[in-house]
């Protein structure tokens, strides 16, 4: 774009001392046809210059260059499918942190009446063409709570900017408005929608697809099948109104612990009897006690973080989730991830010798599963689950070596907010502590799951969210972690 902005400025600036100089021929009051060489210049002026510069070719290959140049780099681009799930993501996000839209499109991250949840260092609002496209997006996938949210926001910011025009919008006023009457239609406000047509031919009366839509919003309202709230329909046969999204995800907005929880947790120097850990032992921080969950401070290095990353970073595909027998890609888990082995590098041995120091467990294969590197970008997020198998078709039992006993995740970046690992029905969560390992155990001492243990991740409000996980499995642990004389344990 650069190159091209360069190029155009020295053809306009040729094409401005052209026409100068005509209009200084032209203005001359002296000047006269009586004069020969004036009139071969007017003649030549007006047979070969003029089409010259009109027909020149120069513009052309500019663009061409320029769209030359894009196609280079063109694989390379975010397409259709990254620009609808960052649309998708940014609902999320506004769902589970409760944001206001019209604070996201100002660059604000607040909810009602309570301080920024993210404060950036710029402020980065959206244009109405933005907020026209989460609207979009939302409204194709027939979601009219957000798709209305989104629409009225980008309404406001056309009706403030109508008449002017800027390059990169694909959408107006217009568009705006036809959208958001629709959804308001199918939220069942009737008396709105007939509003916003209205309004809408008032800047496009001739469009004939709209003036129907008012007749019949209007007739509709004659027979009483109109709303009179925001969101009821008071038809018997109108279509669903939309309600607000009820998300499981409220460990993500970090409630605090009740007192009576927090009497046995504390932090401690831990050896576990391995010698590995006599001269540097471990920082155990100790989180819940039903589930156990443990929090180990500088499990690792900042150069052992970036290494992993590396490492991971030219395999790292979209993450897949167990369905049945198969695994697929699911919108409730967004995220890409990367399995190294412990062959793949000096610093993954060394991170599966501390990993089974810190938790006494046996991490030889198969015992346990191969290090997953994941990555959270924009609103990435993982909704509740377990780590353990809750079925016998599990793929996880494809390894022979039982269910997953205990999960060991390591934070191995910083997030500015957001990405927290919320254990949904214990209702606390865990933010991210770089270089922090997170440890758990997924079943009970009599080999049943823990339902405790039902987790999510938290949508990445800012930042990149890295993470690395070890799923050790149940088979080898049995004088490790033996079984209790109480059943029930």
């Known amino acids: 774009l650069r190159s091209y902005l360069r190029e155009e400025s020295s053809r306009l600036r040729r094409l401005r001392r052209f026409y100068e100089k005509v209009q200084a021929l032209h203005q001359d009051p002296k000047a006269s046809v009586d004069n020969p060489l004036l009139a071969f210049s007017l003649i030549k002026r007006l047979h070969s210059d003029w089409p010259n510069v009109i027909y020149s070719d120069e513009a052309t290959?500019?663009?061409?260059?320029?769209?030359?140049?894009?196609?280079?780099?063109?694989?390379?681009?975010?397409?259709?499918?990254?620009?609808?799930?960052?649309?998708?993501?940014?609902m999320r996000l506004q769902d589970v942190y409760a944001l206001s839209v019209k604070g996201l499109a100002h660059g604000v991250f607040q909810r009602a009446g309570h301080p920024p949840l993210y404060s950036p260092g710029r402020r980065v609002p959206?244009?109405?063409?933005?907020?026209?496209?989460?609207?979009?997006?939302?409204?194709?996938?027939?979601?009219?709570?957000?798709?209305?949210?989104?629409?009225?926001?980008?309404?406001?910011?056309?009706?403030?900017?109508?008449?002017?025009?800027?390059?990169?919008?694909?959408?107006?006023?217009?568009?705006?408005?036809d959208h958001l009457a629709f959804s308001y239609f199918m939220a069942g406000n009737i008396s709105h929608a007939l509003n916003l047509s209205r309004e809408f031919l008032h800047y496009d009366p001739s469009n004939h697809r709209v003036s129907r839509n008012v007749a019949k919003y209007k007739k509709l309202l004659e027979m009483g099948t109109g709303a009179r709230g925001r969101w009821g329909w008071q038809g018997c046969h109108g279509p669903p109104h939309p309600c607000p999204p009820s998300h499981a995800l409220l460990g993500c907005l970090s409630p605090q612990p009740a007192p009576e929880r927090l009497l046995h947790v504390g932090c401690s120097y831990e050896t576990n009897g391995s010698p590995y850990l006599l001269l540097?032992?471990?920082?155990?921080?100790?989180?819940?006690?039903?589930?156990?969950?443990?929090?180990?401070?500088?499990?690792?290095?900042?150069?052992?973080?970036?290494?992993?990353?590396?490492?991971?970073?030219?395999?790292?595909?979209?993450?897949?989730?167990?369905?049945?027998?198969?695994?697929?890609?699911?919108?409730?888990?967004?995220?890409?991830?990367?399995?190294?082995?412990?062959?793949?590098?000096p610093v993954v041995q060394a991170l599966d010798r501390r990993i089974a120091a810190v938790t006494g467990l046996d991490l030889r294969p198969p015992y346990a599963e191969y290090l997953q590197v994941v990555n959270y970008g924009l609103g990435g997020h993982y909704e509740p689950h377990f780590d353990h198998a809750t079925s016998m078709k599990s793929p996880l039992y494809r390894m022979k070596s039982g269910n997953r006993i205990a999960t060991v995740m390591i934070y191995l970046s910083a997030v500015e907010a957001g990405g927290s690992t919320a254990f949904i029905h214990a209702n606390f969560s865990v933010p991210v502590v770089k270089n922090a390992a997170l440890f758990w155990w997924n079943l009970r001492r009599n080999g049943n799951g823990d339902g405790d243990t039902l987790h999510a991740g938290c949508p990445v409000l800012a930042g990149d969210k890295w993470v690395a996980n070890k799923w050790i499995h149940e088979h080898g642990q049995e004088f490790r972690r033996p079984c209790s004389a109480d059943p029930q344990d």
């Not at 039903?290 to 992993?308: C, G, K, M, W």
Request: proline share 3%.
């Open 61 to 90: 290959n500019n663009t061409q260059a320029l769209q030359a140049s894009l196609r280079e780099v063109e694989q390379e681009l975010p397409g259709a499918e990254d620009l609808d799930g960052a649309a998708r993501a940014l």
């Open 126 to 177: 959206l244009s109405a063409d933005d907020c026209f496209h989460v609207g979009k997006v939302a409204y194709d996938m027939g979601d009219h709570y957000h798709s209305i949210a989104w629409l009225e926001e980008a309404v406001s910011l056309f009706r403030l900017s109508y008449g002017s025009w800027n390059l990169e919008d694909r959408s107006s006023l217009e568009d705006a408005l």
């Open 280 to 345: 540097q032992p471990a920082k155990k921080e100790m989180v819940w006690m039903q589930p156990y969950v443990a929090l180990y401070h500088d499990f690792i290095s900042d150069t052992e973080a970036e290494t992993i990353k590396e490492l991971a970073g030219p395999w790292l595909q979209r993450s897949v989730v167990a369905s049945g027998e198969k695994q697929q890609k699911a919108e409730y888990r967004i995220s890409k991830s990367a399995w190294l082995k412990d062959t793949a590098d």
